[in-house]
């Protein structure tokens, strides 16, 4: 523990710098709002030689809007994004599921990065920035690249990230008209706990027909999902039962999840379908409204 | 290896300080400024007990490190009484008997105080779920909500 | 005294300790230091059930920076087969639950500990020590405690003969039960499991210790009696209790689970050994895993009724987790199940089980509400089957003054009854409810006790008072005995200072346990006061020359009164206190007895649910407790004991639970995964505070703290019946639980 090293970059080349060059030599850790991170440390899951905090770099900060396609810095913290209010009449799906993660106390603190990069199967805000279409901005050694979110994880606590690249924002598309996202998710009681069952929802609505879903699920599988089958049951309906009946089908196929303390593979998919069908009436709610 | 040396703002006052890297702003407030008002229950952000404002923001001290807290304005329970008087909610909290056994209550001031800073109106829910994350295991929360409607209707009275 | 010319009594007042719990300053167990203070650290075990061959600790204390090191060996040797018995606990099991002897008994039990410059270091030397262990088979449920190729705990607990985990049992009885049922007209019984919960104080363990080499020793800690905190570590060390001097912190919430000590002994010994001052504080995850929740149950009741509402028989048997040394509670579930009730004929038995868990602790009525829960479940069932409002139902059997309990008391005058008339006229009893609502109703009893308790009342030189009790203060108590001092006294209470003395400073107290504090420290403190005013009126007799028994006390000053009555001005406490010196010195009085008359305390609950019943959730939307509170001498903190013990009840029913890994590792020690109610769990808790003082006390008080713990389990299971027509025999009725009932 003598040998800890803590680093505040002021650049993100500077972040680069640093984090693949002492990843190489031992443990790094990325420091944003480090809500599961101190967690991590104090529990001794992680004990690294390195932390790097990446919140005095302006970039991972900043929320820019240009002319409605939002930019969101990957440290900017709960509280701070909920207070940028046209965001949240954009993406409330994704915002609400920000806004959902841990108490008052940990959204002064807790970022869309940190929870991408955390990797839990139940992080809240993945499965809304998966329906919303975003994708996250990364930047390393050789370079920036982009993804879409449903490609950014590998298992529970498994990033695509390579050595030395950091998460630098997110790029959510322009809101199209009468389109309207949600996010819900399943705890036992009504505020502090881990998501035994994430959904989101995304959908575009022309002449009452459902032009365009995204629909994702979180807790139900080693990373969360974008679900596939639910999109081309909701394309092309009037969201009439059938359709609905038929996409929700998808969700609880879909779903792989696993028996534990927070519940059981059998209460997890049924879940699932009921917070899609949730989700989905909220998600046209909004997108009729806008 | 050397220490970090951090210079910050406790309660309006510079302060210096020595950390770990891996010491948390709770750590350094309890264990070497012996500002033990702060309170260590859970460590994990889990409870709420070691509340303070780092910049006017909410935060749980367990979660910081004290090495991010150079240059910030940090404000703890220490602080909120001002000039020997109690601030509106440490009095409707004793008045209403918000507190039982006590060791929630500075983390509940200082959250509480954050709220009424945005919100002199609250409703019943919207206290409730701010203070969701303000654990309370004497008082079933009743005299909590109640102590805190009364200190916002004071300060919108006052206002 | 006329109740309606109460100045203080029944008023809700500042707290006397209130300021410095708002600002900060009140310092708590892990709040203090000393010079030269060191850290301990606890090694431990890493299995449910293993022997432990040897311990090693050469390595520990070798390493720079380590102070001293601790085992059971350090400790006073009691042979395992001789009780050592210290108010309800048994040493010989503390001892070793303090420090692990012949055997590790659950994962967390402590094996050794550290004492270092820092707790990183105590936790690193405590990685070092090396020990031998040989894992055996374990057992965490009850079912496989008690079946019979069982791994056995304690060789020497015998049951039938042989070699068991089960390690006592308790029964009530009363009348012929056999008989009892054939005159019933309809009989219902059912089976019910409870999972094992935790205290949940927030507070987690901590103290501070400094030994001299003259073995002098001053604790520090937090806890629910300092003379139970000085007489274990006594026991355990072997230091005289004369020597120890015990200083209670201002404890973070304990609700029965410090009445025992954890830390203390081992901090005593660790510096004892090093010479310095040792600090140890529990981290959250080691409150969870090593001190006591309360025992998970499995029972079986039985109820029988005529046609015309009459309950004939009961029979009920609870099984009680004790966890790894004997002590479950089931005197509180066996005793006070049956208690609200005139049953002719009933027969309740409890079991004792030990099994690989931490050792249970004291939590709030100690087993009653495991017993309440499958008595009133039941009770609803059959009141459903007879068709009669659940309320009625119980007026219809319940105790009054003079029914002989199935526990064996016969019953002085008690409130019981009002409870449940106050429901029956509360607007909740009538409120609709919507879809998918349902209301629940429950009743529940519990002993309260009395028991040995200290006080002393000094007049200070300027005519104010400080009074010093022996119990630690855990929901306001100052509070309560600040009012009644005042209201004897006749002055304004904020000239009254309530302090809790150390054990070096006031007589034995028995533990903060038992809804006794108040009943307790009232006595002692009027008393005391009484005592006072008693010498008040000595000292005016004397400056006015006339008889003692020819003055009054009122109002805060003595009056010459009968044929004296307007001779003399009134001479005010302050007046006498300036006089104090030349009329005979210092004016106080202290008193110390062992209470008795604490008489039983009984509620009856309401409760709203509503059930989301394609997610399994029901939540709390409405609750009004009832209770025979004696006399409330501060209102608002009765209130708050009625709120809190309701809020703890909900968390039990709903969602909170020991959960065990296949590796016999608690999976949730934390309140991530061990969810207490959150603020926006829940509604405001309605608090119908019934009067019936306690003929033996002198304010009327009875112990309010425990009872509202008791219903609350049941009310929420039959609410939910109401709302759904689904019954649960499990808690908690967790999500997933509910669900898969409802898909059934």
Redesign the interface.
Not at chain 2, 62 to 65: E, G, I, N, R, S
């Given at each position: 523990?003598?040998?800890?090293?803590?680093i505040?970059p002021e650049t993100i080349e500077q972040a680069v710098d640093a984090y693949s060059k002492s990843s190489k030599e031992g443990n790094t850790k990325i420091?944003a709002?480090?809500?599961d991170l101190?967690?991590q440390?104090?529990?001794g899951i992680s004990q690294p030689d390195t932390?790097i905090?990446i919140?005095n770099i302006k970039e991972l900060k900043e929320i820019s809007n240009d002319n409605g396609s939002y930019t969101i810095g990957a440290a900017v913290?709960g509280?701070v994004l909920d207070e940028e209010e046209d965001f949240g009449n954009n993406w409330p799906g994704v915002l609400e599921a920000l806004k959902l993660i841990?108490?008052?106390?940990?959204?002064?603190?807790a970022s869309l990065g940190g929870n991408l990069c955390n990797a839990s199967p139940a992080g809240d805000s993945v499965p809304a920035l998966i329906a919303s279409g975003a994708t996250v901005k990364i930047q390393g050694p050789e370079g920036e690249r982009k993804m879409p979110i449903e490609s950014f994880h590998v298992g529970p606590g498994k990033t695509n990230l390579k050595n030395g690249e950091i998460v630098v924002n997110f790029q959510f598309p322009k809101k199209q008209k009468h389109s309207g996202d949600a996010y819900l998710r399943m705890i036992p009681r009504?505020?502090?706990d881990i998501a035994v069952v994430g959904c989101a929802v995304n959908v575009t609505i022309e002449n009452d027909k459902c032009v365009d879903a995204r629909v994702a699920l979180g807790a139900v599988a080693p990373t969360a999902l974008l679900i596939e089958d639910a999109s081309k049951a909701l394309i092309g309906s009037n969201f009439e039962k059938k359709a609905v009946e038929k996409a929700a089908l998808a969700c609880e196929a879909a779903c792989n999840p696993i028996d534990d303390k927070r519940g059981t593979i059998s209460y997890r998919k049924k879940v699932s379908k009921v917070l899609f069908k949730r989700a989905l009436e909220k998600a046209i709610e909004r997108a009729k409204r806008g | 290896?050397a220490k970090?040396q951090v210079k910050t703002k406790i309660n309006g006052e510079e302060t210096e300080f020595l950390c770990?890297?891996?010491d948390?702003v709770l750590d350094v407030l309890?264990r070497d400024l012996?500002?033990?008002?702060?309170?260590?229950?859970?460590?994990?952000?889990?409870?709420?007990?070691c509340?303070i404002t780092?910049d006017g923001?909410?935060?749980?001290s367990?979660?910081?490190?004290a090495?991010?807290t150079?240059d910030k304005n940090i404000e703890?329970?220490?602080g909120?009484?001002k000039n020997g008087k109690?601030n509106v909610l440490?009095k409707t909290?004793?008045?209403?008997?918000a507190?039982?056994?006590?060791?929630?209550?500075?983390g509940m001031?200082v959250?509480a105080k954050?709220?009424l800073e945005k919100n002199t109106n609250p409703t019943?829910?919207e206290?409730?779920?701010?203070?969701?994350?303000?654990?309370?295991?004497?008082?079933?929360?009743?005299?909590?909500?109640?102590a805190v409607q009364a200190a916002a209707e004071e300060i919108r009275e006052n206002a | 005294m006329n109740e309606m010319d109460n100045k203080w009594i029944g008023k809700?007042t500042?707290?006397p300790?209130?300021?410095d719990?708002?600002?900060?300053?009140?310092?708590?167990g892990?709040?203090?230091?000393m010079p030269g203070m060191i850290w301990g650290k606890v090694l431990r075990s890493p299995y449910p059930h293993a022997t432990i061959k040897s311990i090693n600790t050469k390595k520990a204390e070798e390493l720079d920076g380590v102070f001293s090191v601790a085992t059971s060996a350090d400790c006073v040797d009691f042979p395992v087969d001789t009780p050592v018995i210290l108010g309800i606990q048994d040493i010989r099991w503390m001892a070793r639950n303090v420090l692990a002897k012949e055997k590790a008994l659950f994962h967390g039990h402590p094996i050794a500990a550290v004492a270092a410059r820092t707790e990183e270091i105590a936790e690193k030397a405590c990685e070092l020590i090396e020990v031998d262990y040989v894992v055996h088979p374990w057992a965490i449920e009850i079912d496989d405690a008690i079946k019979p190729d069982a791994p056995i705990l304690h060789d020497f607990i015998k049951f039938d003969g042989k070699p068991s985990n089960i390690a006592g049992t308790l029964e009530h009885k009363k009348g012929n039960i056999e008989e009892g049922f054939k005159d019933a007209d309809i009989i219902i019984e059912k089976e019910f499991e409870t999972a094992a919960v935790h205290?949940?104080?927030?507070?987690?363990h901590a103290c501070l210790v400094s030994v001299s080499p003259d073995d002098r020793t001053t604790i520090w800690s937090s806890s629910q009696g300092q003379f139970m905190v000085r007489a274990m570590t006594s026991f355990i060390t072997g230091i005289p209790q004369s020597s120890i001097r015990a200083i209670p912190a201002?404890?973070?919430?304990?609700?029965g689970g410090k009445t025992i000590v954890y830390l203390e002994p081992v901090a005593t010994i660790l510096s004892k050994k090093s010479g310095r001052p040792v600090k140890m504080?529990m981290?959250?995850e080691e409150v969870m895993r090593a001190s006591g929740p309360t025992s998970g149950s499995k029972s079986k009741v039985k109820i029988g009724a005529k046609n015309n509402g009459k309950i004939t028989a009961a029979q009920g048997t609870f099984y009680l987790q004790a966890g790894a040394f004997p002590g479950a509670p089931i005197r509180g579930a066996a005793g006070c199940c049956l208690a609200p009730y005139d049953i002719p004929n009933a027969h309740t038995f409890g079991y004792d089980v030990v099994s690989n868990r931490s050792k249970v602790a004291a939590y709030r009525a100690p087993g009653a509400p495991i017993g309440a829960y499958a008595v009133e479940c039941v009770l609803d069932e059959v009141a459903e089957a007879l068709k009669m409002c659940p309320l009625e139902f119980r007026l219809k059997n319940a105790a009054k003054e003079g029914t002989k309990a199935v526990h064996g008391p016969t019953y002085p005058v008690m409130g019981y009854v009002e409870t449940l008339e106050a429901c029956l006229s509360h607007p909740h009893y009538k409120a609709p409810l919507k879809k998918l609502q349902g209301r629940g109703y429950a009743s529940g009893f519990w002993f309260n006790a009395g028991g040995e308790s200290s006080a002393q009342v000094n007049i200070t030189e300027d005519g104010n008072v400080v009074v010093t009790t022996g119990h630690p203060d855990?929901?306001?108590s100052r509070a309560s005995i600040a009012n009644i001092t005042a209201e004897l006294l006749g002055i304004d209470v904020n000239r009254v200072s309530v302090l809790i003395g150390d054990t070096a400073t006031i007589g034995f107290s028995n533990l903060t346990g038992g809804s006794r504090v108040l009943f307790a420290s009232a006595l002692v403190v009027t008393e005391s006061t009484n005592q006072v005013i008693d010498i008040l009126k000595d000292r005016a007799s004397k400056i006015w020359n006339i008889d003692k028994e020819a003055i009054e006390w009122e109002n805060g000053e003595a009056r010459p009164a009968g044929d004296n009555a307007g001779k003399f001005k009134p001479l005010s406490l302050v007046e006498l206190a300036e006089q104090a010196t030349p009329t005979g010195g210092p004016i106080g009085a202290g008193h110390q007895v062992n209470t008795v008359g604490a008489e039983g305390g009984f509620a009856t609950h309401i409760c709203d649910v509503e059930v989301d019943i394609e997610l399994g959730i029901a939540r709390v939307i409405r609750y009004t407790a009832a209770q025979d509170v004696g006399k409330a001498i501060?209102p608002?903190?009765v209130?708050?004991q009625l709120?809190?013990?309701?809020?703890?009840g909900i968390g039990w029913a709903l969602n909170e639970e020991y959960i065990y890994n296949k590796e016999g590792k608690l999976d949730n020690p934390?309140?991530?995964d061990y969810r207490?109610?959150?603020?926006?769990d829940?509604p405001?808790?309605d608090t119908i505070l019934v009067e019936v003082p306690n003929p033996q006390h002198p304010q009327g008080v009875r112990g309010v703290g425990e009872v509202p713990i008791v219903p609350p389990l049941s009310a929420i299971a039959n609410a939910i019946y109401n709302a759904i027509g689904t019954r649960f025999y499990s808690l908690p009725m967790s999500p997933p639980k509910v669900l898969e009932k409802i898909s059934d």
């Open positions: 523990m003598s040998e800890v090293k803590f505040s420091l709002g480090g809500t101190l967690v440390i104090r529990s932390i905090d919140k913290a509280a841990g108490s008052e106390q940990i959204q002064g603190r009504t505020e502090m | 290896m970090i770990q890297p891996y948390t309890r012996n500002m033990t008002g702060t309170k260590e229950v859970c460590s994990t952000g889990d409870c709420g007990a509340s780092m923001r909410l935060v749980c367990c979660l910081v490190l090495a991010e150079e703890t329970i220490e909120m009484a109690f440490q909290f004793l008045e209403h008997a507190l039982q056994c006590g060791i929630c209550t500075p001031l959250a954050s709220l019943e829910t206290i409730r779920y701010w203070l969701a994350g303000n654990l309370c295991r004497c008082t079933g929360y009743d005299k909590i909500v109640k | 809700n500042i707290r300790d209130g300021a719990k708002v600002t900060g300053r009140a310092e708590y892990a709040d203090t230091i205290q949940g104080y927030l507070e987690t201002e404890i973070g919430g304990g609700f504080v981290t959250r855990i929901g306001g501060h608002a903190y209130e708050g709120q809190g013990g309701v809020v703890q934390g309140f991530l207490i109610p959150v603020c926006s829940l405001m808790i």
